[in-house]
C-alpha cells in the first residue's frame, strides 16, 4: 500500500529566510508525486508535480521540489518565504490509469508559520 | 476557464439523516475524485470515477457512495449521519491527459 509521511506537523521560518518541507513516500512503482497548498477555509492548489524525468521541478509561487529515489523523499523548498507563504503543506503520491488521476494518498500535512 | 465547484459551501444536518453534496468538474475533464478531511484522519480518499464508472475506492463504509453522470458532474451521498462524518468534503477532478487533480473549495458538512 501506498503511504506518505511529513515528519513536520508544524515549521515556523522567519520571513526571508529559506523553507525547506519533508516528504518520505512509500509506492511500489515510479511514483507520481505532488505538492500541494491549503489556505484556512479553502481547497487544495496544486504547487507542483513530479512523475519522470528531471529530478528538480520548479512549481509555482516560487517553489520547487526534488525527487530522490534512493531516500524515498520529495521535499519542497523555498529560497525565501514570503508572509503570504502561511498554510498548510500536504505532499501526495497517486497513479495514473488513462483518463486522468487514480486517487490520492496524502500526508498529515505540514503547518508554515511564519514570523515578522 | 471555471474551476471545480462544489456546492453547497456549507450544510448542517442531524444525525441519522442523510446529505448530497454536488461537485462540477472543470470543463473537459471526465475523471472526478473525493476526499475527506478531518483534524484527525487528515485528507483520506472516498472514490473516483471516470466515465460514469467507479474505477477506484478508498476505505469507508457502504453508507458513503457517489455517482457521476454523463456531463461528467458528481455527487456523493452519505446516509444515516453520524456526528464523525462531520468534515471538510473535497472534490478535485483531473484531465485525460494528466495526473493531476484540481480541487473545489469543498463543502463543510457539521452533523450535530
Known amino acids: 500500500a501506498q503511504s506518505v509521511t511529513q515528519p513536520d506537523i508544524h515549521i515556523t521560518v522567519s520571513e526571508g529566510a529559506s523553507l525547506e518541507l519533508r516528504c518520505n513516500y512509500s509506492?511500489?512503482?515510479?511514483?507520481?508525486l505532488f505538492w500541494y497548498v491549503q489556505s484556512p477555509g479553502q481547497g487544495l492548489q496544486l504547487l507542483l508535480k513530479?512523475?519522470?524525468?528531471?529530478?528538480l521541478v520548479q512549481g509555482i509561487k516560487g517553489f520547487e521540489a526534488e525527487f530522490k529515489r534512493s531516500q524515498s523523499s520529495f521535499n519542497l523548498r523555498k529560497p525565501s518565504v514570503h508572509w503570504s507563504d502561511a498554510a498548510e503543506y500536504f505532499c501526495?503520491?497517486?497513479?495514473?490509469?488513462?483518463?486522468?488521476?487514480?486517487?490520492?494518498?496524502f500526508g498529515k500535512g505540514t503547518h508554515l508559520i511564519i514570523q515578522p | 476557464k471555471a474551476g471545480v465547484t462544489q456546492t453547497p459551501r456549507y450544510l448542517i444536518k442531524t444525525r441519522g439523516q442523510q446529505v448530497t453534496l454536488s461537485c462540477s468538474p472543470i470543463s473537459g475533464h471526465r475523471s472526478v475524485s473525493w476526499y475527506q478531511q478531518t483534524p484527525g484522519q487528515g485528507l483520506q480518499f472516498l472514490f473516483e470515477y471516470f466515465s460514469e464508472t467507479q474505477r477506484n475506492k478508498g476505505n469507508f463504509p457502504g453508507r458513503f457512495s457517489g455517482r457521476q453522470f454523463s456531463n461528467s458532474r458528481s455527487e456523493m451521498n452519505v446516509s444515516t449521519l453520524e456526528l464523525g462524518d462531520s468534515a471538510l468534503y473535497l472534490c478535485?477532478?483531473?484531465?485525460?491527459?494528466?495526473?493531476?487533480?484540481?480541487f473545489g473549495q469543498g463543502t463543510r458538512l457539521t452533523v450535530v
Open positions: 513530479y512523475f519522470s524525468g528531471d529530478t
Open positions: 501526495a503520491v497517486g497513479s495514473y490509469s488513462g483518463g486522468g488521476a487514480d486517487g490520492l494518498t
Open positions: 509506492y511500489g512503482a515510479t511514483p507520481y
Open positions: 478535485a477532478s483531473s484531465p485525460p491527459w494528466a495526473t493531476e487533480a484540481f
